[in-house]
């Protein structure tokens, strides 16, 4: 079993910066590709970056290509999304997530077993 626990969530000025953290605890952390999910009002959760169990293997989504960088610190089960030039379409619940097998990040969000319970992102236009 994980636990997910995510913070740094805000209200932030279009063009502004913000640092989601994540505190994992449970399973051997560095044995589990990690992601970082996000959810609209009326829209489905969407996959925004994911990391491999090392750290060396990290993919994102098209939308936020060159702004938003994820890594993760395996000695202190913490995983991070650091996100600049942040945009009024990028607000959300973001959540962070644990894959359910394999050290691999995986974009469809079905492959994921353990979630945060999500910190609120509102960029002001």
């Known amino acids: 079993q994980v636990t997910l626990v995510e913070s740094g969530g805000g209200l932030v000025q279009a063009g502004g910066s913000l640092r989601l953290s994540c505190a994992a605890s449970?399973?051997?952390?560095?044995?589990?590709?990690m992601g970082w999910f996000r959810q609209a009002p009326g829209k489905d959760r969407d996959f925004v970056a994911g990391?491999?169990?090392?750290?060396?293997?990290?993919s994102y989504a098209d939308s936020v290509k060159g702004r938003f960088t994820i890594s993760r610190d395996n000695t202190k089960n913490m995983v991070y999304l650091q996100m600049s030039g942040l945009k009024f379409e990028d607000t959300a619940v973001y959540y962070c997530?644990?894959?359910?097998?394999?050290?691999?990040?995986?974009?469809?969000?079905?492959?994921?077993?353990?979630w945060g319970q999500g910190t609120q992102v509102t960029v002001s236009s």
């Open positions: 997530a644990g894959v359910q097998f394999g050290t691999s990040w995986r974009r469809d969000k079905g492959e994921y077993a353990f």
């Open positions: 449970g399973r051997t952390f560095s044995s589990y590709g």
């Open positions: 990391i491999s169990g090392s750290g060396y293997s990290t």
